[in-house]
Each structure stands twice: as C-alpha cells, then as structure tokens.
C-alpha cells in the first residue's frame, strides 16, 4: 500500500517537473514565432562601447554579462562578422558591448570613460534604410541561448532564398525583447577596425598600364581581399565592393 503511495508521489513529482521545465522553456521562446522582414532596422546610428573578440560565438555570454555589469541600464549589442559553418569556432570574430546613445542623443562622458577605463573601445555604427530583421522575446536567461538556436537558420535561409547580400548579424537585447538585424547596405562600416586590421592583402603586379593605384613601392594594386562569412569584401584602388557568394554585386562607394 505504501509503496504504490511513493510510486504515485514519485509519478506526480516528474509530472510537477516536466510541466515546469517545459513551461520555463516555452516562456523563454522555444515555440514562439519567428517572422523574418526586410525594412527599417530597429536602431537608428548609435554610438557603441564594444570589445573584439574572436572564439566560438556559443561562449559570447561573458562578453555580454560584463558589458551590462559596468551599463546595467544600457541596451547590449553583438555584431557577429563570420558564419561558424564557413570558419572554425575559435577563429570566428564578433564584438560584444553596450549602446551609449542612439541618432540625437550624445553619450553620457563618465559612463565612456568607465567603458574605457575596462579597456571597451567606442565607435560610431551608421543608420541604414534596409535590413533583414526579427525578433526574438527576452524573458529569460534561457531566451539568449535559444533565441540564436532558433533565429539564425531562419535568417540564413531567408536570405539565400532571396538572394540577399546582408551581413553581419547583429543582435540588440533590450530589457524585453531580443531585435536581430542584418544590414542590406553600407555593411564595412560596421566593421570595427580590428576586422579591418586583418585584412589579407593581395598586391599583384598589373602587366598593363592603365590609371589604378600605385603603392608606394610601385607596384600596381589590383586588390585587396577579406573573407566575411560566406562574403568576399574587397577594396579596390577606385571602389569598394562587395561580392556575394551567388555571384549578385553591390557597389555601395
Ligand atoms: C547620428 O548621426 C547624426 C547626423 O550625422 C549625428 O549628429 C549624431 O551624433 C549621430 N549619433 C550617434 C549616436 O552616433
């Protein structure tokens, strides 16, 4: 008798634990839905402290938690520039930081200098009139890990059906809501100048003249080249220009 008493405590105690967790999972996003657009981002320019970082993206979370320890009020950023399925984990680059202030407003000084003061740089990201965006709800600390798992092969898929050339992935947490946006123009200006650091250059010698830049060693340059993703940006001596994958080009200089 008491033994099928314990096997039905047992029994109502897993129920009590599964409904939980499920329902803490269901909160936190796991079915919510996804609709993926393409219009206005939803930050305008914004002015950002930020520190580059390069790693598997699953381990962004210190970056984020530190970020917010020294600007609990302020909204956090992520700019991911690689895909992880194109780039190995650990050599894959992101930014991690804090939005100091947004179009008009100017950002509040003692709080930059306590961002600088723990070695976070500030930069100055452009507003754009088109982006690939959605967003994700922010109700629990579970919502940051699913939110990636759920939103970015939605995104992905999105834009290689329509033939987009969108990157980097940004994401924006406010104290609700997660906002992913990927930029459809202007996407090297919001390349910090870490990444741009790293550019791998390709100086060629040109056998014909014709009116391309010299460098000062005389040879001509014909490109200088850099892997983003599955993207290929490059910079030549007259414009700059972005190459997709599909072949599709934008000039955007
Ligand atoms: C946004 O752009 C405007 C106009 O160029 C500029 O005055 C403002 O300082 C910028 N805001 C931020 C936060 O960078």
Redesign the pocket.
Known sequence: MSDLFLLLLIIVLLVCLVVTVGGLLLYSGLLSDIVIRTGPPPI????IAYKFKEGPYKDCGAAYTESCSIGPKLNAIGVFYDDPKQRPPEKCRYVVGSI??????K?DEDLQKLYEKFGFKVL?LP?VSHAVTTSFPCTTPLSHVLGPYRVYPRIASYIEERKLCAFPNIEIYRSDVINYMVPLSRQTDFFVPEMKEEVRTDVKEEDSDDDRGTDITGKKILSISMHIGRWTWSRQPAKVQTECQNGEERWFK
């Open positions: 305008r320019n914004v002015t100091l202030c947004e179009g008009e407003e950002p100055s507003e």
